[in-house]
Each structure stands twice: as C-alpha cells, then as structure tokens.
Nanobody, 125 residues
C-alpha cells in the first residue's frame, strides 16, 4: 500500500486548507484511514480518522468542529478539511491506513500499518 499526502502550504490564521491522502496498491475496502500530525519538537498527535466502509469518523478534541474528514470511493482518497486554522495547527500532517478502526483505537498510531510521507502545514499569525 502506498499513501500520498498532499495539499499542505503556508496560510494565515483563520484560513482553510484541504489535505488529500491518495492510496494505491493493495488497499482494502474496510480499512481505516487516519490523520496524524507532528509539530516541531513534539511527538506525533492524532488528528482524526475515518472508516472506509461506513464513513464513521473520529476526531481529536483539539480539532473537533474545525476539521472534517471525508472520503472519495472512486479516487480511493481521503480528505482532511481544515477550517479556522490556528498557529498551533502548524505541523507535518501524515495519513495512515490499516484495519477498521473504532473509538477505542482510532487515536493510536499503532492501529495503522501504512504511512504516507507527510505534508507541511504552516499557519502564520
């Protein structure tokens, strides 16, 4: 499985961005697809995730209400729509995929088997 994350960039506070995570190779229709981020000098942090088969979503408290995850079946692509961006959202954003997820494990990095290369989001004040 290969994951390609894209869509990052430099934006101002309050702006919006949409990240994409395209999957190729031996992907599974029942997989979970997650987004994580890592800010400079900090550990990797869960952002949100979606189950591919039923579209159920999970979000970190820090982004709930501002970020939305969606999926495009035909393109095998997950999206992370980020609104009302803050300086603390600055990070490298990674997408990952693995077995189906649920509320008890969606936030755990070890729930995902494959990771993309990351895309940088910088929010300037």
């Amino acid at each position: 499985v290969q994951l390609q994350a894209s869509g990052g960039g430099l934006v101002q506070v309050g702006a919006s961005l949409r990240l994409s995570c395209a999957a190729s190779g031996r992907t599974f229709s029942s997989a979970g697809r997650g987004w994580f981020r890592q800010a400079p000098g900090k550990g990797r942090e869960f952002v949100g995730a979606i189950n591919w088969n039923d579209g159920s979503t999970y979000y970190a408290d820090s982004v709930r209400g501002r970020f939305t995850i969606s999926r495009d079946y035909a393109r095998n692509t997950a999206y992370l729509r980020m609104n009302s961006l803050k300086p603390e959202d600055t990070a490298v954003y990674y997408c990952a995929t693995g077995p189906p997820i649920y509320s008890g494990n969606a936030y755990r990095a070890d729930s995902y088997n494959y990771w993309g290369q990351g895309t940088l989001v910088t929010v300037s004040s």
